[in-house]
């Protein structure tokens, strides 16, 4: 109760994206925009200078970093008029600063970046610390991203029985019931003979198990395939998918890939937004594997 008596209102959730001078940028901050009125959230713009300055904590921006956030709420802008925005400065390496920010935060939105040709596809430093540390969910948006595709299509979540994909699970069916779209939910398998198919779909019942009920409008989709994690998730998140939902840990096929470098080369090579649970929250007590507090993230 406040001093007066009264319950304090209630905060509005808030996203996160991390501005640069990268095209990436403006990609992110259109999608965080839209997704931002959708929750009825604000947005916070913030940009990370290296370490060694004068100021310690969030502080206004001034000179390019002034120039550089402004031109990022001139974008969230054209995307949502109204939307509360909120510009600020960081000091620190960008990961671990970007992931201390979005402390609170329902998503921390960030662009990803188009490897030189000759190199192997990848997330940068940055990106996999935040897969690895964030607090909240990530969302990863191609450079290749149009605000023209936005929230038209399916949403596809990547399940292998572990909590992680669980969570990863309930946080898919809240965003395409968010968004009036149907859930895929694919398993992968190395093989899949008799006792591996019966195995998959154990993983497919138990993550999707209470959604029908918490989620009485949604239109699910079961698929299993066999093969090589990466390039079955790719495909079955094809040109009608909007977003595809990993989380960053796991067990078998699907889980060990999303550990390591196979889970890197999946969000490099997505056409559509990429969101990942970082395993820590998604298997913390009250976290998101939780349908009570999934609904903030």
């Known amino acids: 109760m406040s001093a007066g008596g009264a319950d304090a ?12 001078d990268h095209p990436a940028t403006l990609r992110a901050v259109g999608w965080a925009a839209r997704e931002a009125t959708l929750r009825g959230a604000e947005l916070d713009l913030v940009q990370v200078h290296p370490p060694g300055g004068a100021e310690t904590g969030a502080h206004a921006p001034r000179g390019r970093a002034s120039a550089l956030l402004d031109h990022a709420r001139q974008a969230a802008h054209e995307v949502a008029a109204n939307l509360v925005v909120r510009l600020s400065v960081v000091e620190g390496h960008v990961g671990p600063a970007l992931a ?9 939105v960030t662009g990803s970046r188009i490897p030189a040709r000759g190199f192997a596809p990848g997330v940068g430093h940055t990106v996999a610390h935040l897969l690895a540390h964030a607090p909240c969910p990530v969302v990863v948006v191609p450079q290749n991203w149009t605000s023209r595709t936005i929230h038209a299509g399916e949403v596809v979540v990547g399940i292998d029985g572990s909590p992680p994909s669980v969570a990863a699970a309930a946080f898919a069916a809240e965003t395409a019931e968010r968004w009036g779209v149907h859930l895929t939910a694919v398993t992968v398998g190395a093989r899949v003979d008799e006792d591996d198919a019966v195995e998959l779909q154990r993983w ?8 029908a009920e918490d989620h009485p409008d949604l239109r699910i989709h079961e698929v299993v395939r066999s093969g090589n994690a990466s390039e079955q998730i790719g495909r079955a998140a ?15 096929a699907l889980g060990t890939a999303l550990l390591g470098s196979t889970c890197r080369a999946v969000i490099a090579g997505a056409r559509c937004p990429v969101a990942v649970l970082p395993a820590a929250l ?9 349908r009570e507090t999934s609904s903030v993230r």
């Open 9 to 20: 209102p209630a905060q509005p959730p808030r996203l996160l994206v991390g501005v640069d």
């Open 100 to 108: 201390e920010a979005a402390v609170g935060a329902s998503l921390l």
């Open 204 to 211: 497919l019942a138990e993550a999707l198990a209470g959604l």
């Open 238 to 252: 094809g040109s009608h998918t909007r977003l595809l939902v990993l989380a960053s840990g796991g067990r078998g």
């Open 282 to 290: 998604a298997v913390a007590p009250g976290g998101a594997s939780s």
